[in-house]
């Protein structure tokens, strides 16, 4: 989780309070309402307002503590490939369904092993959504003729020369490796602007019990625990036909770092297996908003 994600997911819980039946519902605070994330457009706030339209906003507090720095476990999130690569003497057979990969498949490497005792040759290629059956085969060939003279390719099948054989060969799909690098609790304000002093007190009975109620907000696996601090209100802005109601949450949350993994050590095709931390050329890549530093995959 993020901070900017931290925001979001808090805005679609209390969006979820406010209008219980979707926002095609009524609302359940007797008028209407635009709850969001961020701070409000000045312009439209006022337009808004001056409607009857009272906004809901969620926008972080100052205070932020870290609570841990500690580097948590790492959890990989790596699927079954959707396509395989078989051996037999000197014939490597692609399997999968229909003629291609699917559409919004993940990206698969194909790795093989050929060649003699005199001379194993290792490869590995790389497969998108997509790409047909026969193409990859082509491809397999084509890289194995480089150091093999004599490999050709056959729709799914690719042969090697008399004399040569295939020792192994294995596909793996993409995955992901995540590692919690913090723990931070930061504050956070839903922050009620209403057109009239009426309007804002329906909102408070309306989001006060529930706010207090709240304990988590997000998925399961990417959520955050939640606190109630406290309430006021600001009439200052009264002058302004805009009655200002704050409640201050508090948001515990970890910050995590992300990385590209497969399930069979693609790119060193002699490798038995085992899952692999893919950065690139070390650099790192901002991950969700600039909080968190993550790799691409290769």
Known sequence: MHLTG??????EAVAKIVYPFGLAGPSAAGSPARVYPGWPQPQALDADVAAGVTHVTVYPGADESVRSTAIGPEV?????PLMSATVAGGVLLIGGPDDALPPGSP????????GSAAAWVPIAVSVAAGDTYSDIAARIAAALAESIPGCSATGRAVSVP?????????????GSITRRVRIQRRGM??????PTPEARDRFCRLLDGHLSAMRRIGRDDD??????????????????NIYRLDFRMSVEYATTVAGAADASGAGDPLHDGGLR??????????????????????
């Open 6 to 11: 931290i925001m979001a997911a808090m805005a």
């Open 76 to 80: 990989h999130d790596v699927p079954a």
């Open 277 to 298: 931390y893919f950065p690139i050329a070390h650099t790192p890549v901002l991950v969700e908003a600039g909080l968190a530093m993550g790799y691409r995959a290769i």
């Open 107 to 114: 990206p698969h490497v194909v790795s093989a092993v050929a």
């Open 189 to 194: 304000q839903v922050i009620v602007w209403a």
């Open 223 to 240: 959520s955050g625990l939640v606190a109630y601090r406290g309430s006021s209100i600001t009439d200052e802005v009264g002058k302004l």
């Open 162 to 174: 008399v004399g040569s054989l295939f020792r192994s060969a294995s596909v793996a799909s993409g």
